[in-house]
């Protein structure tokens, strides 16, 4: 298993932030791994809804059905995902507010399908994950930060 952690402090209120991160349709304007969502992508998602993403990670192309397991609006939610020819991941978002906005961390831990795989990522695929992670967070920090109040 593999875990990648980013933290970002994001200058707008915890409900706003948590609404933003988990409506699936939002995903794409933020994250640089997510091409495009389908199914139940309009609202913020709760437990045992489904959406399915077209994802691009590391070079690599593929689609991943999520699944909601938990929601504690606005502080907490957590999906998981089975890639379409093997493969697994978690993502738990947790969401802390303060006096002037919002510290969203996001948790990603997956596993490769087989041990080819598993050495690539190790070699290769984790550094490019976890660039992409970085990348989305500093997005989502500037999409919702652009916006009117």
Do not use: C
């Amino acid at each position: 298993m593999t875990r990648i952690h980013n933290t970002v402090r994001i200058e707008k209120p915890v409900q706003r932030v948590y609404d933003y991160v988990t409506t699936p349709g939002n995903w794409p304007a933020w994250h640089p791994s997510s091409l495009g969502v389908s199914g139940a992508t309009d609202h913020s998602l709760g437990p045992g809804e489904r959406v399915t993403e077209e994802f691009r990670v590391a070079r690599r192309r593929g689609r991943v059905v999520w699944t909601v397991r938990e929601r504690e609006a606005p502080r907490r939610w957590v999906i998981d995902g089975r890639v379409e020819g093997g493969g697994s991941g978690t993502i738990v978002y947790a969401l802390t507010p303060d006096a002037n906005g919002t510290t969203f961390e996001r948790d990603l831990v997956y596993a490769m399908p087989n041990r080819l795989m598993a050495l690539l990522d190790r070699l290769v695929l984790r550094r490019r994950v976890e660039a992409e992670s970085i990348e989305a967070l500093r997005r989502l920090k500037g999409e919702l930060e652009r916006e009117a109040v």
